[in-house]
Every structure is written in C-alpha cells, then in structure tokens.
Nanobody
Framework: QVQLVESGGGSVQPGGSLRLSCAAS????????MGWYRQAPGKQRELVAS???????SYAASVKGRFTISRDNAKNLASLQMNSLKPEDTAVYYC???????????????WGKGTLVTVSS
C-alpha cells in the first residue's frame, strides 16, 4: 500500500507564510507527478500546484508568484511554500501523487487526508 501524509497546516494571519509537506511511503518505485489541491468551504476541490518528476511546475493563477511547489524524488517528498497568504487561501489542502509501485507497472493516484490552512485576522 501507499500512504500520503500531509503536515504543516495551521492558522496564520493575512500576509503570513506557511510551508506544507507531503511524505509518500509504502511500495513506491517512483512518482510521476505530485500536486497540491485545496477545497475551501462550500467549494469544489481545485488544483493549486503540481510538479513532474523532472521538475516541471504548474500553478493556479490565483497563487502564482506566492506559492512554490518543490519535490525531493529520492525521499518521495513534496512541499508547498505559501507566502503572502490571503483569507481566500483558507481551505483543506490535499496532497496527490501518481505512484508507480513496481518497475514497468502502471501507476495510480493517491490522496492524502488533508491538512487545514486557515488565514484570518
């Protein structure tokens, strides 16, 4: 089995910073893509940022210039550095990873349980 565990969520004031981490463990040969999604109260889950195994990144327009996604392939870790946080960033943030469990086998997606980020005064 594969498990994704997020950490780093919490409550911050507008303009503050927070760093989220996602650790993947279990039967893992490699991870094609890792990404961060978020779901705000009353809204659907949306992609925040993603990163491929070779480092290609993609960001939602609402977070460009403020958030940075990174990964450590050797450690199966992904991080999301969030700066200049706004109240609209308040949401449960979920880690997602497309994991290849064995060589030459097709991968599948996994989700973490989520970590809550609250931005308020």
């Amino acid at each position: 089995q594969v498990q994704l565990v997020e950490s780093g969520g919490g409550s911050v004031q507008p303009g503050g910073s927070l760093r989220l981490s996602c650790a993947a463990s279990g039967s893992i040969f490699g991870i094609d893509e890792m990404g961060w999604y978020r779901q705000a109260p009353g809204k659907q889950r949306e992609l925040v940022a993603s990163i491929t195994s070779d480092g290609t990144t993609s960001y939602a327009a609402s977070v460009k210039g403020r958030f940075t996604i990174s990964r450590d392939n050797a450690k199966n870790l992904a991080s999301l550095q969030m700066n200049s946080l706004k109240p609209e960033d308040t949401a449960v943030y979920y880690c997602n990873a497309h994991v290849v469990a064995r060589p030459a086998m097709s991968g599948m997606g996994y989700w973490g349980k989520g970590t809550l980020v609250t931005v308020s005064s």
